[in-house]
């Protein structure tokens, strides 16, 4: 009898390919890769069906849930009820904090928003790490759809479900800033 040496990996794949009718090498990384091509070509979130839904859970994962079933019947409820019927376009709420409101800038507006300001909790975001001499003043933007960033919008919303975040694209120039009020 002649031993012959095999990687584990080698073997693995000898092992899968005689038991497992559905493996074909590789076919996990040209999955992947077809996933992320498409998921980077969202432009609108009338593009993001369930299928796709499902996809994105097993290729971006569900860090803030505690199951995969929870992440998919959040996320699903999430694109179909809010942001599928989102106006074009649409009021967007953020919090900063300066100690002059003639500090805040109207042309970089930031990334991060929320639909209504009932969402702003100072705590969640820090606040309380800020300056003494700072104070909070919710902005409110206007925003074409094209401005957000859906793929960071939907990863936020997985990692960070309770924030109900929506990301806008380059620092949200694209925004047009509306009015700041005191928190």
């Known amino acids: 009898m002649k031993i012959i040496k095999i990687s584990e990996s080698k073997l693995i794949e000898i092992i899968r390919s005689k038991f ?49 079933d929870d992440a998919i019947e959040h996320i699903s409820w999430m694109i179909n009820n809010i942001y599928k019927k989102l106006k074009d376009p649409t009021k967007l709420y953020r919090v900063v904090g300066v100690k002059n409101k003639k500090q805040i800038n109207s042309k970089d507006l930031g990334y991060h928003y929320v639909l209504d300001k009932i969402d702003i909790d100072l705590d969640s975001i820090g606040f309380d790490m800020f300056d003494e001499e700072l104070t909070p003043y919710i902005m409110e933007v206007l925003v074409s759809l094209s401005e957000i960033n859906i793929q960071q919008t939907i990863r936020q919303n997985l990692n960070f479900p309770n924030e109900n975040d929506i990301t806008l694209k380059n620092n949200g120039r694209g925004a047009k800033f509306i009015k700041a009020t005191k928190y």
Request: net charge negative; charged share 35%; glycine share 6%.
């Open 20 to 68: 497992d009718s559905n493996y074909v090498e590789g076919s996990y990384k040209v999955r992947r890769d077809e996933f992320f091509n498409k998921f980077n070509n969202i432009k609108s979130f009338k593009e993001v069906d369930d299928t796709l839904i499902k996809d994105i859970i097993e290729f971006i994962g569900f860090e803030g849930f505690n199951s995969e």
